[in-house]
Antibody, heavy 118, light 109 residues
Framework: QVQLVQSGSELKQPGASVTVSCKTS????????MNWVRQAPGQGLEWMGW????????SYAQGFKGRFVFSLDTSVSTAYLQISSLTGEDTAVYYC???????????WGQGTLVTVSS | QSALAQPASVSGSPGQSITISCTGT?????????VSWYQQHPAKAPKLMIY???NRPSGVSNRFSGSKSGNTASLTISGLQAEDEADYYC?????????FGGGTKLTVL
């Protein structure tokens, strides 16, 4: 069955960087785009953007350009989210989600909590 | 891109039906039949409940249904059950991006 397994929780200091991984199994990785979604504590879901798993070309939503980088390692069917220059406002749960059809997210990772605190 | 508008909360008693609205513009909800609905229980990942306005993925109860009129999409849950208590989010394709609604907390009384 389709599975997306994300890396564990992270505690980072302000100014540091973090990388979240999303390892997939149960399907052909390059057949479906991967999206990233953020959920700040007590808040709603926010679409961050997506990456074409065939070409590696990323597309970022407004508000997620500059410090956020989507990447892939197709040899291990894994997508990555890197966030640099972390601030307290980056404290959130980050989800990867498979794009099954256009903007239809049928499978999700379990979420990775990133906490930014000194 | 502004978030789609959803009511902050709705409630209903077991067995009743409720409807959650999701209002956008002609650039998103009104312009595409790519509206989805997700259910999220506390501390859990979202789950796809409805896609492309009216379609249910395999395994989702037929108590869940979707519709759209103009720039407003709706999710209806009939025969409310205790396990339906959760947050619900709509999304829409915009031509170049995806936008989420602000979310609606469903309370089963």
């Amino acid at each position: 069955q389709v599975q997306l397994v994300q890396s564990g929780s992270e505690l980072k200091q302000p100014g540091a960087s973090v990388t979240v991984s999303c390892k997939t199994s149960g399907y052909t990785f390059t057949n479906y785009a991967m999206n990233w979604v953020r959920q700040a504590p007590g808040q709603g879901l926010e679409w961050m953007g997506w990456i074409n798993t065939n070409t590696g070309n990323p597309s970022y939503a407004q508000g997620f350009k500059g410090r956020f980088v989507f990447s892939l390692d197709t040899s291990v069917s894994t997508a990555y989210l890197q966030i640099s220059s972390l601030t307290g406002e980056d404290t959130a749960v980050y989800y990867c989600a498979r794009d099954w059809l256009r903007a239809v997210f049928d499978s999700w990772g379990q979420g990775t909590l990133v906490t930014v605190s000194s | 891109q502004s978030a789609l508008a959803q009511p902050a909360s709705v409630s209903g008693s077991p067995g009743q039906s409720i409807t959650i609205s999701c209002t956008g513009t002609s650039s998103d909800v009104g312009g595409y039949n790519h509206v989805s609905w997700y259910q999220q229980h506390p501390a859990k990942a979202p789950k796809l409940m409805i896609y492309d306005v009216t379609n249910r993925p395999s395994g989702v109860s037929n108590r869940f249904s979707g519709s759209k009129s103009g720039n407003t999409a709706s999710l209806t849950i009939s025969g409310l059950q205790a396990e339906d208590e959760a947050d619900y989010y709509c999304t829409s394709y915009t031509g170049s991006a995806t936008v989420f609604g602000g979310g609606t907390k469903l309370t089963v009384l």
